[in-house]
């Protein structure tokens, strides 16, 4: 089994940063899981995709939406990702989840996404 456990969420004002981490534990990588990714809901909306990193290089994709804005990074030592949140604005308001997969590429569709954690929460105030 894997677990992934979030933190580094809260209240920031509009232009701010924040820095989420998520520790996996347990079988994480000899279960398979090769991505590991960030996604976020805001209330009433779908979970949306944010970034995601190829454990093996550190390959990432972001949403267009965070482009430029975040980064996603991994420190293998540790099993632990991070989301730099730089330039925050109000829209990025939601839970943000943590979450791992094990295909081979980076997948956007967090329907695919075989593992979660909890989730924190950043509010973002303007």
């Known amino acids: 089994q894997v677990q992934l456990v979030e933190s580094g969420g809260g209240l920031v004002q509009a232009g701010g940063s924040l820095r989420l981490s998520c520790a996996a534990s347990?079988?994480?990588?000899?279960?398979?899981?090769?991505?590991m990714g960030w996604f976020r809901q805001a209330p009433g909306k779908d979970r949306d995709f944010v970034a995601a990193?190829?454990?093996?290089?550190?390959?990432?994709r972001y949403a267009d939406s965070v482009e430029g804005r975040f980064t996603i990074s991994r420190d293998s030592a540790k099993n632990t990702m991070y989301l730099q949140m730089n330039n925050l604005k109000s829209e990025d308001t939601a839970i943000y989840y943590c979450?791992?997969?094990?295909?081979?590429?980076?997948?956007?569709?967090?329907?695919?996404?075989?593992?979660w954690g909890q989730g924190t929460q950043v509010t973002v105030s303007s």
């Open positions: 990193i190829r454990w093996i290089n550190g390959y990432p």
């Open positions: 979450a791992a997969e094990r295909s081979d590429y980076i997948i956007t569709y967090a329907r695919q996404y075989d593992y």
């Open positions: 347990g079988r994480t990588f000899s279960s398979g899981v090769n991505v």
